[in-house]
């Protein structure tokens, strides 16, 4: 199983992450093969925070050379995305607990994602919809890297939700034909 939980995640990064150019810095730590892949066997949100917290300090530990970032998929807890929403909080509280808060940011994918003024089939949601419920933790001094070098960072957010309105339904369930 936890090939295939990554290797749907992988497939979705590329597709859709990197194919739709959605994180402008996502393509140069996949191809430089910086990204930590971690399904975390967690079935309790107890246990997903021990994992959480393990990747933080294995990423902290970590040359940015060698893993700039790590993707924690969680494929047996938090499926229901609210429960999922209501749980970040908790997840930041213990990055800002271990003392990372300045050092890593957490950024949160989920198959039912759902920004908080969109109905749940509007297409916008899909940039930060991945195949698993996923904890996305990057560093810091990387994200000021990659917007110092992409000046119009700020505006990815707004490109990203034209990008998906352009695309459709029709066209992103397109990407996945290939899958099938």
């Keep these: 199983m936890t090939d295939a939980v990554v290797d749907a995640t992988r497939t979705w990064l590329e597709k859709a992450v990197i194919g739709l150019n ?7 730590v996949h191809v430089h093969q910086r990204i930590r892949y971690c399904v975390s066997e967690a079935q309790t949100t107890a246990d997903l925070l021990q994992d959480l917290s393990c990747e933080l300090h294995a990423l902290h530990a970590a040359d940015p050379k060698d893993c700039e970032t790590t993707l924690l998929i969680h494929p047996y807890v938090l499926t229901d995305f609210l429960e999922y929403s209501f749980f970040l909080p908790t997840a930041e509280a213990r990055a800002s607990k271990l003392g990372y808060a300045a050092e890593f940011q957490l950024a949160s994918f989920h198959p039912q994602y759902q ?8 297409i916008e ?7 698993y419920p996923t904890l996305h933790l990057l560093r810091e001094s990387s994200i000021a890297r990659a917007v110092a070098a992409f000046p119009e960072a700020a505006d990815i957010y707004e490109k990203n939700m034209e990008t998906l309105r352009r695309l459709g339904h029709a066209g992103w369930r397109a990407l996945w034909l290939g899958d099938q």
């Design 125 to 131: 949601n899909y940039t930060n919809r991945a195949p």
């Design 115 to 122: 920004f908080g003024d969109a109905e749940p089939d509007d």
């Design 22 to 28: 959605l994180c402008p810095f996502a393509k140069a």
